[in-house]
């Protein structure tokens, strides 16, 4: 199994301070741990970084899935602004909280299904604006 930053049990942690851009404020590889955890929650919006995620064997390591449900405070103020792509991310933290999904999203055609209804909404949308 690979280790990793996420590896450790992060469910007992409090959320990183929203950005003040400090001088005090700890940098691991010059950035916050605001900057590294919304990089990495955006990154969970992108179905085949999922389906990689699940081929790893990520998905099902109860640490991972601890750290999953521990990032669920980006779904509240005052972390909810800083999203890029709320919808998305946001859908995918939900269905992340889910082991079926956990388990599902490890077939390519989930993936590819997901990317598809992505692009649909998004095209949708743009009709309607």
């Known amino acids: 199994m690979e280790s990793g930053p996420m590896s450790v049990d992060s469910a007992a942690l409090d959320p990183p301070p929203v950005p003040d851009n400090g001088p005090d404020?700890?940098?691991?590889?010059?950035?916050?741990?605001?900057?590294?955890?919304?990089?990495?929650v955006?990154?969970?919006?992108?179905?085949?970084?999922?389906?990689?995620?699940?081929?790893?064997?990520?998905?099902v390591n109860p640490s991972f899935v601890a750290y999953l449900n521990y990032l669920q405070y980006w779904t509240r103020p005052p972390y909810l602004k800083y999203l890029t792509f709320p919808t998305a991310t946001l859908k995918m933290l939900?269905?992340?909280?889910?082991?079926?999904?956990?388990?599902?999203?490890?077939?390519?055609?989930?993936?590819?299904?997901?990317i598809m209804e992505g692009m649909k909404t998004a095209v949708e949308?743009?009709?309607?604006?």
């Open 94 to 114: 939900e269905l992340l909280q889910q082991e079926k999904f956990r388990h599902d999203i490890i077939s390519p055609d989930l993936a590819h299904a997901l």
């Open 125 to 129: 949308w743009h009709r309607e604006g």
């Open 42 to 59: 955006q990154a969970l919006a992108n179905p085949q970084y999922l389906n990689y995620l699940a081929s790893r064997k990520f998905l």
């Open 25 to 40: 404020e700890p940098k691991h590889g010059g950035h916050s741990r605001f900057e590294l955890e919304l990089e990495f």
